[in-house]
């Protein structure tokens, strides 16, 4: 399930063969967005990614942050679109910051392709702390 902030649309999201996938954005905080993404980031899951982060490619934050802390599973298919994602967010001259956390599972595949080296990644920004989900309508 994705969770949004209204007036924006929600994009309904299947669950992954893995753990239960879900992709929740909060709000915008000093100009940024974060988008979280929860269980296995695959071939299935992919495309719902790409999906949601169009959704807010067109309203220009300057600071798009992508969560994969709570990620459970990331193949080839997760990482090219993660690859696309900075590709798209590097000609909308915008930032990507990817925060993995503690997770041993992304970080290791980002080590492992090379793509830890081309994307921003870090643990959790200070001040995500204080942003303020949006309630499930569930």
Excluded: C
């Amino acid at each position: 399930m994705l969770v949004v902030q209204p007036p924006a649309t929600a994009i309904p999201v299947a669950p992954s063969k893995y753990e239960q996938f879900d992709i929740q954005v909060i709000r915008p905080y000093f100009g940024a967005v974060m988008v979280r993404i929860r269980g296995a980031l695959d071939a299935d899951s992919a495309p719902q990614v790409r999906s949601a982060l169009s959704t807010w490619a067109h309203r220009r934050f300057p600071v798009l942050v992508l969560d994969l802390s709570e990620v459970d599973f990331l193949d080839g298919a997760g990482l090219a679109a993660l690859a696309g994602i900075q590709a798209r967010v590097a000609r909308e001259n915008a930032t990507l910051r990817v925060v993995t956390g503690d997770n041993r599972v992304v970080r290791r595949a980002l080590s492992a392709s090379g793509l830890d080296h081309a994307l921003n990644v870090s643990r959790l920004p200070s001040g995500w702390e204080r942003a303020t989900e949006i309630p499930s309508q569930s």
